[in-house]
């Protein structure tokens, strides 16, 4: 089992910017892709980003296509979201996620097989 906490979330103003991370600890890191998930106030969880084990192949929701950027550093065990021209609706708690399977990327939310406590990112307009 894969053990996984996120910091980096905090208060920005529209437009703005944060960077989330993740450290990761328990497993082989490099051999399992990684995600972002969010949760807003009264909705569900949804998927916002992935990316595969060595980096080379990344994914993302469409409304935040050109805005956020995954990325991780293997050597340090850790995933980043780098978020930019945040907007009021990307107000969530933000989760990591590491997938279940080596060298498998992950095509839906129960591919993901442990999750962090969540990190809070507040957008004021």
């Known amino acids: 089992q894969v053990q996984l906490v996120e910091s980096g979330g905090g208060l920005v103003q529209a437009g703005g910017s944060l960077r989330l991370s993740c450290a990761a600890s328990?497993?082989?890191?490099?051999?399992?892709?990684m995600g972002w998930f969010r949760r807003a106030p009264g909705k569900e969880r949804e998927y916002v980003a992935r990316?595969?084990?060595?980096?080379?192949?990344?994914y993302y929701r469409d409304s935040v296509k050109g805005r956020f950027t995954i990325s991780r550093d293997n050597a340090k065990n850790t995933v980043y979201l780098q978020m930019s021209s945040l907007k009021p609706e990307d107000t969530a708690v933000y989760y990591c996620?590491?997938?279940?399977?080596?060298?498998?990327?992950?095509?839906?939310?129960?591919?993901?097989?442990?999750w962090g406590q969540g990190t809070q990112v507040t957008v004021s307009s």
């Open positions: 996620a590491a997938g279940r399977r080596a060298y498998y990327i992950p095509e839906n939310e129960p591919d993901f097989g442990s």
């Open positions: 328990g497993r082989t890191f490099s051999s399992y892709a």
């Open positions: 990316i595969n084990w060595n980096g080379y192949r990344t």
